[in-house]
């Protein structure tokens, strides 16, 4: 499966974007996505994650309560929408498929480009 991730953008800190993650290919098969981010001078870490099925979800606690992770299988695309958002959270957002749902970078093993997200104060 390739992923094409979308929606990043420059947004005051309190407001909100919503990140799109297109995935093409081989979408018959059931597969869980992950968002990830990459801040600069910083090693990427993990943001959230979401099951095949849209019933188990994870999340990163610095973000828990503001992020929402959803998907439409219809449309091959899952969304990271993201609220009140901080200055911290500015950095390149990856979206990444994996077989099975999970925190872990190297679980994941078909990732898409970077979408840049930038809160401003």
């Known amino acids: 499966v390739q992923l094409q991730a979308s929606g990043g953008g420059l947004v005051q800190a309190g407001g909100s974007l919503r990140l799109s993650c297109a995935a093409s290919?081989?979408?018959?098969?059931?597969?869980?996505v992950g968002w990830f981010r990459q801040a600069p001078g910083k090693e990427r870490e993990f943001v959230a994650a979401?099951?095949?099925?849209?019933?188990?979800?994870y999340y990163a606690d610095s973000v828990k309560g503001r992020f929402t992770i959803s998907r439409d299988n219809a449309k091959n695309t899952v969304y990271l929408q993201m609220n009140s958002l901080k200055l911290e959270d500015t950095a390149v957002y990856y979206c990444?498929?994996?077989?099975?749902?999970?925190?872990?970078?190297?679980?994941?093993?078909?990732w898409g480009p970077g979408t840049q997200v930038t809160v401003s104060s």
């Open positions: 290919g081989r979408t018959s098969s059931s597969y869980a």
């Open positions: 979401l099951s095949w099925s849209g019933v188990s979800t």
């Open positions: 990444a498929a994996a077989r099975a749902l999970g925190r872990r970078e190297d679980w994941y093993n078909a």
